[in-house]
């Protein structure tokens, strides 16, 4: 099937997170589309992974091992990334750690948010140029549901609220809008859909299923995509449904 989101030829996406679940498929999914790709990971294997799941389908791969709540690192990832890509059209804010990571509360916080903030302020610097766009992947958690993780929910609605804020006073710059996955096939939920929690929960989304890591993908592309030049400061659930049952 051939899909065309009018990304204008030559133009590239900053994805974190990218060697594993979602920041991976919107990688591979941003390749079909012509992008070229800076992949930042701070798991060397897992990056290599989707570098090499995405070989030759995008013209241009960067990739950058980091921790995105390292100032320095992301600093120098950035400048390695344009001299690599040249000026980057978009941002994919998708790197955050796994709700069930026993992390005390404000440091978690401080890495949610506190990175996507610096990695936005990196890549606004950086002059993405006109037609810039960011999406970060928050979360139905924290937005529309509390969680008993209560770092999670907190972050998670402190990214809205930090998008909301660029959406509001950087629009001259880049549009910024936000992704929430509901239930996501990944890594850090495999075993959750055959647990009795689990079963409950899909019981509850009207779609009956996980989102696949695509379904996430496909909603982050177009919201960065010209096709969407014209929403900014948006919250788009992409959870089968879930959370209009509650
Ligand atoms: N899976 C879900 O059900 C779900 C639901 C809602 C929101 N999310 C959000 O989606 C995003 C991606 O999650 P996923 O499910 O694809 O997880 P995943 O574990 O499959 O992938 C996350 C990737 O991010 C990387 N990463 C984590 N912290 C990092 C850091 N500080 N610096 C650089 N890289 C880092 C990891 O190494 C990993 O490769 C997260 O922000 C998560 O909170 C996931």
Not at 19 to 30: E, K, V, Y
Not at 139 to 162: C, F, H
Not at 207 to 232: E, G, H, V
Request: proline share 5%.
């Amino acid at each position: 099937m051939s899909r065309d989101f009018g990304f204008p030829a030559g133009e590239a996406v900053l994805i974190t997170g990218a060697g594993s679940g979602i920041g991976r498929a919107t990688a591979l999914r941003a390749a079909e589309l012509g992008l070229s790709l800076s992949l930042w990971d701070l798991d060397p294997t897992g990056l290599e992974t989707t570098a090499e799941l995405v070989g030759s389908h995008a013209p241009r791969v960067h990739t950058w091992v980091a921790d995105v709540s390292d100032d320095d690192a992301v600093q120098t990832g950035m400048a390695d990334a344009v001299a690599a890509l040249g000026s980057i059209r978009y941002l994919h804010n998708n790197a955050g750690p796994a709700s069930a990571s026993a992390i005390p509360f404000d440091r978690a916080v401080e890495i949610s948010v506190g990175s996507v903030r610096r990695v936005t302020d990196a890549w606004a610097a950086a002059g993405p140029g006109e037609g810039a766009a960011m999406v970060a992947t928050t979360s139905i958690a924290g937005n529309l549901l509390g969680t008993d993780n209560a770092w999670y929910s907190a972050s998670k609605a402190a990214v809205m609220g930090y998008v909301r804020h660029l959406a509001s006073y950087r629009a001259g710059e880049f549009r910024s809008n936000g992704v929430a996955p509901g239930m996501t096939d990944t890594p850090r939920l495999a075993g959750f859909a055959a647990s009795e929690t689990g079963q409950r929960v899909l019981q509850r989304i009207p779609l009956k299923r996980m989102a696949t890591p695509d379904d996430i993908a496909w909603a982050t592309l177009f919201l960065l995509s010209p096709l969407a030049c014209y929403i900014n400061g948006v919250y788009l659930p992409v959870d089968g449904g879930w959370t209009v049952t509650q």
